[in-house]
């Protein structure tokens, strides 16, 4: 099974500033990488898939980079809507795996 | 437009069976793979099972240790999630979600559900 690690745990951002999460895989997963985000109460939304790739309706400020073992998301400009958890999943091997999520909250 | 509602949760006793189903709309059922994802109370998502859109093939998670089966009825445009013998590591809200492809999950998942919550508890 491969493990998926996201850190931080909890980014602590301003609202307008960057956010950089990182997700590392214990195996090559190639470009075989999504993220998702999730806020309270609600079900996970689709932002990047094959690590770069933003989902329909995605803004350009989220953005998703890396390959093989190393991603990374970027939100370029942080606003209120943004503040959620964020989950990384890879799709390159069964059993998929999520990795344990970044909180990114206000600062 | 797309919609996913999951129903059949509730509250279980340990060593209890339930089904969970996901009626799909909005779109050819049978063009699609499934999949089912698990999140216990205040923890993050945890993969459950997957389903080709043709109902042929199908993936678990290693821990479920064959508990779970995963099945679909196109012609209902309903995907379903058949535990057995479950225990309090099982209390979750279950999603299904949708993969934007016939085959397997190779983009991700495009539409959620809701979720369903299944407490298993004496």
């Known amino acids: 099974e491969i493990v998926m690690t996201q850190s931080p745990a909890t980014l602590s951002v301003s609202p307008g500033e960057r956010a950089t999460l990182s997700c590392r895989a214990s195996?090559?997963?190639?470009?075989?990488l999504a993220w998702y985000q999730q806020k309270p109460g609600q079900a996970p939304r689709l932002l990047i898939f094959?690590?770069?790739i933003r989902a329909t309706g995605i803004p350009a400020r989220f953005s998703g980079s890396g390959s093989g073992t190393e991603f990374t998301l970027t939100i370029s400009s942080l606003q209120s809507g943004d503040f959620a958890f964020y989950y990384c999943?890879?799709?390159?091997?069964?059993?998929?795996?999520f990795g344990q999520g970044t909180k990114v909250e206000i600062k | 437009e797309v919609q996913l509602v999951e129903s059949g949760g509730g509250l279980i006793q340990p060593g209890g069976s339930l089904r969970l189903s996901c009626a799909a709309s909005g779109f050819t059922f049978s063009n699609y793979a499934m999949s089912w994802v698990r999140q216990a109370p205040g923890k993050g998502l945890e993969w459950v099972s997957a389903i080709s859109g043709s109902g042929g093939s199908r993936y678990n998670a290693d821990s479920l240790k064959g508990r779970f089966t995963i099945s679909r009825d196109n012609s209902k445009n309903t995907l379903y999630l058949q535990m057995n013998t479950l225990s309090a590591e099982d209390t979750a809200i279950y999603y299904c979600a949708r993969a934007p492809d016939p085959y397997y999950d190779r983009s991700g998942y495009d539409y959620w559900g809701q979720g369903t919550l299944v407490t298993v508890s004496s």
């Open positions: 094959d690590a770069s």
């Open positions: 999943q890879q799709y390159n091997n069964w059993p998929r795996t």
């Open positions: 195996h090559n997963i190639r470009s075989n």
